[in-house]
Nanobody, 123 residues
Framework: VPLQASGGGLQQSGCSLNLSCAVS????????MGWFRQAPEKEREFVAR????????YYADPAKGRFTISRDNAKKMVSLQMDSLRPEDTAVYYC?????????????????WGQGTQVTVSS
């Protein structure tokens, strides 16, 4: 499941960015598509996920109320709309796909990863 992430950039605090992830190859309804991020000198952390089949979503606490993950089955795209950005959102953002039967937030169950896109939020 090749993944191609895009949409990162430099933005001011309080503004918005939209990240996109193009999904190639076959997908199945039980797949979970996730966004993770990794800030300098920090561990990679879960941000949000969406089930490919029914679109159910789940967010990490820092993302709740500010970020929205969605998927477009026809276009085979997964998006992360990030509003009210904060400097602490600065990180490389990765889209990832999990084929696990149960939706998960653990990176070790996401077997396919995009190349990452840099998001920088200035104060």
């Amino acid at each position: 499941v090749p993944l191609q992430a895009s949409g990162g950039g430099l933005q001011q605090s309080g503004c918005s960015l939209n990240l996109s992830c193009a999904v190639s190859g076959r997908t199945f309804s039980h797949y979970s598509m996730g966004w993770f991020r990794q800030a300098p000198e920090k561990e990679r952390e879960f941000v949000a996920r969406v089930k490919w089949g029914d679109g159910t979503t789940y967010y990490a606490d820092p993302a709740k109320g500010r970020f929205t993950i969605s998927r477009d089955n026809a276009k085979k795209m997964v998006s992360l709309q990030m509003d009210s950005l904060r400097p602490e959102d600065t990180a490389v953002y990765y889209c990832a796909a999990s084929t696990a039967a149960v939706a998960t937030t653990s990176a070790k169950y996401y077997y396919y990863w995009g190349q990452g896109t840099q998001v920088t939020v200035s104060s």
